[in-house]
């Protein structure tokens, strides 16, 4: 167990100033690389190692996602209290999230490297490389910044042709949705929710990003943006009605079916929401929360498959 290896590794150190000085690791021998390696993140930082990072955080399951396709592992995942999208990943210690890390855990686990979020994580980096980790920050507001992603992390594990086989995966993927895709578009409400508060996704985040690359028309796309969330909206009632989607979706990142309910409800409340085209054909769906609540990492593919899917189910 990952886990328990851990726990011998840390009362190896803590007990080491009893015996000889412990010999320094041979790296070659267990397979890994000694070479230095330097990557530019998404904040614009210059962050060098002086060998390929084989202990690694990550703070989104995305991350964690894209490690494991290039071939990596990580020792320390996001807390989640649904199953994680990557079962490789169950036994790695759980760190926090994003919007907050578990300092403690991250001490206990000393990665060479903290994948986090940017902007939402450069708080964070005095805490992280006070405990001698270094943190490289992403973001994934797009399946371009996905791809970008991909790029950063084989870099930094020296996977770069396998980043560009993933990339790649991807790029077919864009290419043959274009060429099923024609005629008019289906008219869609993508909605991010949490039980009592709902946001129109905009065409700047991922979920939208991933509507319109799937050929669906986001009825939202020129709603102002929320200042605190730059890539979501206020739900606007009269604009909902007079675009009449013919799809309304609903994206959350856990408790799907209560947020459809408390939607739901809350759609009971205004009659106007009864004459839209998607609630009298009953097309009203929730989106699995690991392919949309976050970023998906190189599963944005089935994503986009899922999308595809619900447009073309809408299409006489």
Known sequence: MKKAAIMVSVIAMLTAGCGQPAAAPDTTAA???????????FAGRTIAFDHVPQSIAALSNGEVDIVYALGGEVVGRPASSSPVPVKEAEEAFEIGSTHG???????????????????????DIPSV????????????????DIKKQITLFGQLLQREDKAAELNTAI?????????????????????????GTYMAALNNSLGGDILTLAGGENIAADYPSLESYPQYAQLNTEKIVESNPQLVLLMSHTDPDNVKEGFLKEMAQNAAWSSLDAVKNNRVEVLPADLFGSNPGTRVTEALDRMSELLASVKP
């Open 129 to 144: 490389e006070s405990l001698g980790s270094k943190m490289v920050l992403s973001s994934a507001n797009s399946i371009a």
């Open 101 to 123: 890390i578990d300092l403690e855990k991250l001490a206990l686990i000393a990665p060479d490297v903290v994948l986090g979020n940017n902007p939402m994580n450069a708080k």
């Open 171 to 195: 790029d077919d993927k864009l290419a043959a949705l274009q060429t099923q895709t024609g005629g008019e578009k289906t008219r869609v409400l993508l909605v991010y929710g949490a039980p």
């Open 31 to 41: 397979g890994t690389s000694p070479q230095a390696v330097t990557v530019t993140d």
